[in-house]
């Protein structure tokens, strides 16, 4: 892509800053002594200060609205999408706008007290004013119009997407998946065993090998969640952390976590530094669910490597591969999403997305807020929390006021399915699997999906590749395959 001198050195210097921020941040996570941090805080204070001024000054705002009308093609695509951000951040007076910032420090802090202290009513105060208080933000938007603003907040995590899309959507989760979960189902214990990091970390040298992670662009590190940290598109981080009593959960988050890293690094070299090297929230949980559970959680991925786990892990030598299979796709009922199986996680996100749309829609009563919550787990999913710690308050996202953020992780996981149903109509995935191929599915995704970085949107991706627009039943369909007819 070719821009004007002064677009192209206003995008340097936002990759400048990005760069430095994304660095402390990362540094912060995983290496810096702890006594450091207040100090590396302050500094990310002033970056991120300056940040925000160099990227919402009037002046880059007037030459770009000029600028755009001169452009065409991806050069357009990428000044439009610019200007949308700018001009809906452009009313929002700058008083509101540290006010908020401070409203989410505090209310964050005060959830983590909340949370430890399994005290809803604590939070409750901050919950009220994080709302009302992000109401009037989004209402300064150019596109506000008097009602949608939860649509506002779902636009942020996938442009495009509104509350008549994710209802058509979540109305077939209720309708086709919700009936046959089965409630009863008890999970597997089969991994409650504990085991050394030492042998975790060799088993997971193997799993790098096997997935043939290139590590002069990644860079591995341990922190208390995993995440993954995109620099470049010849840089990108991952994170994991090791339970001595979870043998699974470094595993599979180094799968999930790789599937993000990879979406970074197979993004075209021409889309470094712009709008389109930072797909959206549900096109990136698409292809690190896609890694995970489409290819991770495979029989023929663990074909080729059950041999050698058994071999490390020698406590599970007498289980059989068909065993195994079980107790890794296996369903249970449960209260927390993030440990959720692949089979009831869009449940606990419908729940989150019904009382979102309350709370955005102002139809929600505060007081009794938490047995809603409860309600709606007894509902759904036959199980109800027994407190708010593992209710309504173990989520970080409405804390710092990211509201229409969960529903992109359904959306993310049913694009998953419907893509893998697509690449495996044109290349043997079995095949490359059990012969440690894994280069065919990365070439794949690259020359179908990755290489667009946000240049189109996900459900462009989806409906180019798959030769037919979105459509939820592929994740409905996949999930009752593998995880209730094949189990009955
Ligand atoms: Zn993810």
Redesign the pocket.
């Known amino acids: 892509m070719k821009f004007a001198s002064f677009y192209q050195e206003y995008l340097n210097q936002l990759a400048a800053f990005k760069l430095a921020l994304e660095t402390i941040s990362y540094e912060q996570y995983t290496i810096a002594p702890e006594k450091g941090i207040p100090y590396s805080n302050k500094i990310l204070g002033i970056l991120s200060k300056n940040q925000f001024e160099y990227e919402n000054n009037k002046e880059i705002i007037t030459k770009l609205e000029s600028y755009v009308s001169s452009l065409s093609g991806l050069e357009k695509k990428e000044v439009s999408l610019r200007l949308k951000k700018l001009l809906d951040q452009q009313s929002l007076p700058s008083s509101t706008y540290s006010e908020y910032v401070d409203l989410i420090n505090d209310s964050m802090m005060i959830w983590h007290k909340a949370k430890s202290e399994n005290n809803y009513d604590l939070f409750k105060p901050y919950l009220k004013q994080v709302i009302e208080k992000k109401k009037e933000v989004l209402s300064y938007s150019k596109r506000y119009n008097g009602s949608n603003l939860y649509d506002l907040c779902l636009d942020e995590y996938e442009p495009g997407m509104n509350q008549e899309k994710y209802d058509l959507f979540f109305d077939r989760i209720k309708t086709k998946l919700l009936p046959i979960i089965p409630k009863q189902a008890k999970g597997t214990h089969l991994f409650d065993k504990n085991i050394d990091i030492t042998r975790q970390q060799q088993f997971m040298n193997i799993l790098c090998d096997f997935l043939k992670i290139d590590f002069s662009e990644i860079r591995m590190d341990t922190t208390e969640h995993p995440?993954?940290s995109s620099f470049s598109n010849h840089d990108t981080r991952i994170t994991t952390h090791f339970y001595e009593d979870n043998v699974m959960s470094a595993i599979f988050s180094t799968i999930?976590?790789y599937?993000?890293a990879l979406y970074g690094l197979q993004i075209d070299d021409e889309f470094m530094d712009t709008m389109f090297y930072e797909p959206y929230c549900a096109a990136?949980?698409s292809q690190?669910?896609l890694m995970?559970n489409h290819i991770g959680r495979s029989t023929s991925f663990w074909k080729a490597l059950y041999p050698k786990f058994i071999e490390v892990f020698d406590e599970f030598k007498d289980v059989s591969f068909d065993e195994f299979m079980d107790a890794i796709c296996t369903s249970e009922c449960s209260f927390i999403r993030t440990e959720a199986d692949e089979l009831t996680y869009p449940i606990h996100i419908l729940i989150r997305y019904e009382i979102e749309k309350k709370l955005l829609n102002g139809t929600v009563d505060y007081d009794h807020l938490n047995e809603l919550w409860n309600d709606k787990y007894e509902q759904y999913l036959g199980i109800r929390p027994e407190n708010d710690s593992q209710g309504i308050l173990q989520d970080i996202h409405w804390s710092s006021g990211d509201f229409g953020y969960f529903p992109s992780?359904a959306l993310?996981s049913a694009y998953a399915a419907q893509l893998y149903h697509a690449m495996s109509k044109e290349i043997n995935v079995d095949e490359a699997l059990e012969n440690g191929h894994i280069e065919v599915i990365k070439d794949w995704l690259k020359m179908n999906v990755h290489h667009y970085g946000a240049s189109k949107s996900m459900e462009e991706i989806v409906e180019e590749v798959c030769h037919e627009p979105f459509n939820p039943d592929y994740y409905i369909d996949y999930l009752i395959d593998k995880y209730v007819s094949k189990r009955s």
């Open positions: 995440f993954t999930h976590e599937g993000h990136h949980e690190s669910r995970e992780y993310g």
